[in-house]
């Protein structure tokens, strides 16, 4: 099991650039979301899905496209890049609610500086 | 709205200091709150679920404990490698998000 997997791990854009961050879990969870985390802000909900098909906005979502097609992958996509999306990305996971246990599990993070 | 707040912000103690750490919240219903442990320039580490006031649970020199309003997460005779930022989230019965503290970033020297 390789859990939660994210590339690229690093990435440097300039501003009005485009990208998407890929995410990919092997654990079968139905449940997938985005987080940004910045300093002094904690973490912070992007987007999320409870399966595939299936997407809604979280906190701060403006700037910022999901989509999931598979179980699997859920990438988010930046439509315009801006200084302001400079942050920390993780992606998580987790067993449907109802689930004996539903606790998310992270990536490794991909750290994204926009110039 | 649903809010977590920790504190302290920071802790420095010395090996073996034994110490807690809090995780104060407000939720519109609990469905689980949740312990992580997030060393620098990686992902949080998933430690502990609690679901109802009361429950404790234990790992290695880690005890996290649960009341109605609070949660503290009791580090005994810690070593340097419990070094790290510990974070605390609360899920709500919605169970759409998680909502996280900004943590609590532990230094034990030696």
């Known amino acids: 099991n390789a859990g939660v997997t994210q590339t690229p791990k690093f990435q440097v854009l300039k501003t009005g650039q485009s990208m998407t961050l890929q995410c990919a879990q092997d654990?079968?969870?139905?449940?997938m979301s985005w987080y940004r985390q910045d300093p002094g802000m904690g973490l912070r909900l992007i987007h999320y899905?409870?399966?595939?098909?299936?997407?809604d906005q979280g906190e701060v979502p403006n700037g910022y496209n999901v989509s999931r097609s598979t179980t699997e992958d859920f990438p988010l996509r930046l439509l315009s890049a801006a200084p302001s999306q400079t942050s920390v990305y993780f992606c998580a996971s987790s067993p449907p609610l109802g689930s004996s246990s539903y606790e998310q599990y992270f990536g490794p993070g991909t750290r994204l500086t926009v110039t | 709205e649903d809010q977590v707040t920790q504190s302290p912000e920071a802790l420095r103690l010395q090996e073996g200091e034994s110490s807690s750490l809090n995780c104060s919240y407000t939720v519109s219903g609990l469905r689980g709150l949740f312990w992580y442990r997030q060393d620098p320039g990686k992902g949080p580490e998933f430690l502990f679920t609690l679901y109802s006031a009361g429950e404790e649970k234990e790992k290695e020199r880690l005890k996290a404990t649960l009341t109605k309003k609070e949660s503290f997460l009791h580090i005994t005779a810690p070593k340097p490698e419990d070094s790290a930022t510990y974070l605390c989230?609360?899920?709500?019965?919605?169970?759409?998000?998680?909502?996280f503290g900004k943590g609590t970033t532990l230094s034990v020297s030696s």
């Open positions: 654990m079968n969870h139905e449940y």
């Open positions: 989230a609360v899920q709500n019965q919605a169970g759409t998000a998680l909502i």
């Open positions: 899905s409870v399966g595939a098909g299936i997407t």
